[in-house]
């Protein structure tokens, strides 16, 4: 099974800069059709999971541009710039390209 | 609006038996491949069953965790999706979230989960 090592565990941050979490596979992520299926979720403390990033950089519908992911291959990155109050939680990096589907094992976003 | 509303989940011993059951709206459900996806107390996330749609053959896939206790399954005529869980363990307790992707994307919409406990 593909391997997705997130690092931090937890990221302090002061509210208004900008935060960095990086994710990496285990094998490379590119599927045979040439797309990269890696996403981002973020879950807000006590609620469910939400859709950031998919295919490694495009934001789904209705999240700030302040989200931005970045990679290729086996080494994945999500910035989050200005960082707000309601960014905080954790987020997860998750792949779609190699069977069975796996998550990373998530990032705590938390204030500093 | 998409809405997605898991049910069905509660209390059950080691051994026992539920049938999760997820009622969606807002959206051609024939259209797309539906999820479920779990998650321990305190614990990540952990991708269980998918259901693809009619032109796929309805095709399901399970992790290896669960593959021969659960099974996944969908009744288009009522835009809902299933899961019924079997042979449950005491890691099978969590909060199981049923999802829609969208193209390029796996799971776009969430429900609000529902809470299944495996415990004597």
């Known amino acids: 099974d593909v391997v997705l090592t997130q690092t931090p565990v937890a990221q302090p941050v002061t509210l208004g800069d900008q935060a960095s979490i990086s994710c990496r596979s285990s094998?490379?992520?590119?599927?045979?059709?040439?797309?990269?299926?890696l996403e981002w979720y973020l879950q807000k403390p006590g609620q469910s999971p939400q859709l950031l990033i998919f295919?490694?950089?495009n934001r789904f519908s209705g999240v700030p541009d302040r989200f931005i992911g970045s990679g290729s291959g086996s080494d994945f990155t999500l910035k989050i710039s200005r960082v707000e109050p309601e960014d905080l939680g954790v987020y997860y990096c998750?792949?779609?390209?190699?069977?069975?589907?796996?998550f990373g094992s998530g990032t705590k976003l938390e204030i500093k | 609006e998409v809405q997605i509303l898991e049910t069905g989940g509660g209390l059950v011993k080691p051994g026992g038996s539920l049938r999760l059951s997820c009622a969606t709206s807002g959206f051609n459900f024939n259209d797309y491949f539906m999820h479920w996806v779990r998650q321990a107390p305190g614990n990540g996330l952990e991708w269980v069953a998918e259901?693809?749609?009619?032109?796929?053959?309805?095709?399901?896939y399970y992790a290896a965790s669960v593959k021969g206790r659960f099974t996944i399954s969908r009744d288009d005529s009522k835009s809902s999706v299933y899961l019924q869980v079997s042979s449950l363990r005491a890691e099978d307790t969590a909060i199981y979230y049923c999802?829609?992707?969208?193209?390029?994307?796996?799971?776009?919409?969430w429900g609000q989960g529902t809470l299944v406990t495996v415990s004597s």
């Open positions: 999802t829609r992707g969208q193209p390029g994307a796996w799971f776009a919409y």
């Open positions: 295919k490694v950089s």
């Open positions: 259901v693809r749609n009619k032109n796929n053959n309805y095709a399901t």
């Open positions: 094998q490379s992520l590119v599927h045979s059709n040439g797309n990269t299926y």
């Open positions: 998750f792949q779609a390209t190699h069977d069975p589907l796996t």
